[in-house]
């Protein structure tokens, strides 16, 4: 069994749409999963805008790929690069840290990744 980033068994990060490499609703990792799909992110707007301007529609449902689309709210397991990289554009969307790989962890200190934690009730960062 795979662990978050605070060490204890991975949650499900979502299953409306039902996310991760392997579709099982899990950010878990896998060796055929070169896009390292380990970052449980809520979506918004702004993030998917990001991505679709960098060459990564996710907002298109492609029903013949069993892909519904995304919309804010919707939580999706991100590649750990395109979320470093939206970071760095300061779009990065908000982290469900339990539902988080804790490989992420190589890329990124669990200090600076809680500064985008989700936030269940309130404001998200």
Known sequence: METNVFGEPLTKCGTDPVTGFARNGC????????????????????????SYLHGNDLKTPYPEGGFPGLKAGDRWCLCAARWLEALDAGVAPPVVLEGTNEKMLEFISLEELVLYAFKEYGLNP
């Open 27 to 50: 950010c878990d990792s896998s060796d055929y999963d070169s896009g390292l799909h380990i970052v449980c992110a809520v979506m918004n707007d702004e993030f998917l805008n990001f």
